[in-house]
């Protein structure tokens, strides 16, 4: 019995213990910060974290070296009566207004939060927060006219937004809403810029009542305009629709003659085909046979023609055989003839030059081996052969008429006649060119120029 109430003692003491630690997780709810401080670890710049903050979610917080607590992230609102608050055109005004902040779940700001209003009550919270806000709202009025102020809210509760959350943040708020109700000032300036603008409204109320009217009044002879063209517009539809639908009858009536018509016609022109056909049928029926009997004829002549032009081709290819072989045999004899005749041509020729060549080699050897005396003989021999070829270049032009004005002698004692022939006679090459044309030398003793000659140009003859 001992034993099972020390086992019972035992038991209930871990289920306890067991039970105190599940207690030491502690769940968040979604509209607090759970803050946990104490043993909580290190930044990383190795300084102590002072609190870890958790929101919307759980955290094991150990006993003995760890505590919790919780921020409301309920919504504050505070009332701001900002009085004689100084603008930049130096006249003080009154902003009444109502914000709402709220803790923000940031993780730097809610860390700020947690470091600066962990444990405060709602009213030092909304004290801390109305001091920060009167300072933001003087720092901006101080920068805006009243006429921005005034008419310019979103310009307004921009910068005030801006200014007053920034400097919130740093206690870890956040700003929700800013509500800036009716604006005054002591002077009454405001007051008049509402009266001014309220003139100025009604007086653009009546001018948009003149000219709505104004706009009334032409829109309802506008109207009546319209009215009668659109009926004149109206009618004349329905005049050319009328005209239309009937076009249409008329067409379709057209249309209905020019296909019969075309029935007609199509049924006329398949009797007449067939008709037609029926002609070409037998008309190629007789041709066909006509056809065979021709190719019948025709092949029966073409082999009596086919065998006599075998017979005839055989009797000339024979004849063509024997006067080709005989053409063959009579070239032969010619050429044999031909060869024979130039070849004892050639042995004449070579006879001939050898004689030459034996009288050449008599004629220097005659001369004493020398070869200039020698040609000098050759050229003795031929002399009056070559005068003849001279005389003959000029020998057969036929003059039919030289008329010739003479004024008498010349320089030298020629005449101009004289001078003319002379001229002439100079046309034929002399001898010594001749020779040089053929690459030889004149002897001196059928005459040479002296290098006083060649050197002299040649006078013209005077007129």
Known sequence: MEIIILICAIALILISFIAWICSRYKKCPSDKIMVVYGSIGKNKDGTNRSAKCIHGGAEFVIPIFQSYSYLDLTPISIQVDLKNALSRQNIRIDVPSRF???IST???????????????????????????????????????????????????????????????????????????????????YIAALGKEAAAKAINDAKKSVAEQDREGSIGEANAKMEQRIKVSEAESFAIHGENEAKMKIAMSEAALKEKEAEALKIATTAEKIQ??????????AE???????????????????????????????????????????RAKGEADAIYAKMEAEARGIEEILK????????????????????????IADKLEDLMRVQVDAVKNIKIDKVTVWDGGQNADGKTSTANFISGMMKSV???DEVFSLAGMQLPTILGKKTEEEGAQPSEEPKA
């Open 429 to 431: 090459p002399p001898l």
């Open 287 to 329: 041709q066909a046979a006509e056809e065979a009997r021709r190719a019948k004829e025709q092949a029966t002549l073409e082999a009596d023609i086919i065998v006599r032009a075998e017979a005839k081709k055989k009797e000339m290819e024979l004849a063509a055989e024997a006067e080709a072989e005989q053409m063959r045999r």
């Open 275 to 284: 008709a037609a056909k029926a002609l070409e049928e037998s008309y190629a």
């Open 106 to 188: 940031e993780p730097g700001v809610m860390q700020n939060a947690a470091e600066r209003l962990l444990g405060l009550q709602l009213s030092e919270i909304q004290e801390l927060s109305k001091d920060i806000i009167f300072g933001q709202l003087r720092l901006i009025i101080a920068t805006m006219d009243i006429e921005e102020i005034n008419t310019d809210r979103d310009k307004f509760l921009a910068a005030v937004s801006s200014n007053v959350e920034t400097e919130l943040k740093k206690i870890g708020l956040r700003l929700i809403n800013v509500n800036v109700t009716d604006i005054s000032d002591e002077s009454g």
């Open 100 to 102: 709402t902040v709220g």
């Open 355 to 378: 004689k030459q060549a034996a009288g050449f080699a008599e004629i220097v050897q005659s001369a004493g081996g020398d070869a200039n005396a020698a040609l000098k003989l050759l």
